[in-house]
Nanobody, 124 residues
């Protein structure tokens, strides 16, 4: 069992930056693929970014390419999402998720564990 706890959300203005963190419990974090997803009010949860177990495989949604960067520190059992150039349409609850296969999947149903989410609000 893996527990995931997100942090770093908040209220910012358009153009600002935020860094989200997701801390994982357990000794197998380094073998998991990790993903970030988001859900805006009234919308389905959608893929944002994913990183494979070694950090060599990375996948981004088109809407965040060039603005967001996913990274991981296996020594700290933590995955990060650096968000630059934030836009009002980035407003959502952001979730991190862990995939036992170790791959950088974009499909939600391939992830085994989910955090509770952290709110990101971007004002115009």
């Amino acid at each position: 069992q893996v527990q995931l706890v997100e942090s770093g959300g908040g209220l910012v203005q358009a153009g600002d930056s935020l860094r989200l963190s997701c801390a994982a419990s357990g000794q197998t974090f380094s073998t998991y693929g990790m993903g970030w997803f988001r859900q805006a009010p009234g919308k389905e949860r959608e893929f944002v970014a994913a990183i494979g177990w070694s950090g060599d495989s990375i996948n981004y949604a088109d809407s965040v390419k060039g603005r967001f960067t996913i990274s991981r520190d296996n020594a700290k059992n933590t995955v990060y999402l650096q968000m630059n150039g934030l836009k009002p349409e980035d407003t959502a609850v952001y979730y991190c998720a862990a995939d036992r296969s170790g791959y950088a999947h974009a499909l939600q149903n391939l992830y085994d564990y989910w955090g509770q989410g952290t709110q990101v609000t971007v004002s115009s």
